[in-house]
């Protein structure tokens, strides 16, 4: 018994354009930290003001951003302790020294920033 190889040889002709794998753009959607399903902010801990940067920590869905919350408080180091939640483009919306300077806890303010969306 003979067993062969058949394989099949294609050659293009002219010239083909290069592709750059820079140039492609992967978008995948981030999953929840927590669990598991997809991921609708991020959520990261930030100085007292906005301006400066923000540490994100990780991606949460909506109904596990208070969860995140209450995990990153107390979390940070100096003055980048407070934590953010940041929409899919890392933008800032909520940030809970705000909440903190009106004598509300980072829940609270969440709540109140997120009743009003």
Known sequence: ?????????????GTRPT???????????PKCSFSGSKADYYIGLSSKSSDNS????GAV???????GINKLLGQGWDDIK???????????LYHSYE???NGASAILGWQEYFSKL
């Open 19 to 29: 592709i750059d794998l820079s140039d492609i753009k992967i978008t995948t959607v």
């Open 99 to 101: 909440a903190h300077k």
């Open 54 to 57: 923000v540490r994100i920590m």
């Open 1 to 13: 018994m003979k067993v062969t190889d058949h394989t099949n040889t294609i050659t293009f002709k």
């Open 61 to 67: 869905s909506t109904e596990m951003v208070e969860t």
């Open 82 to 92: 407070w934590p953010v939640v940041l929409d899919m483009q890392k933008k800032v």
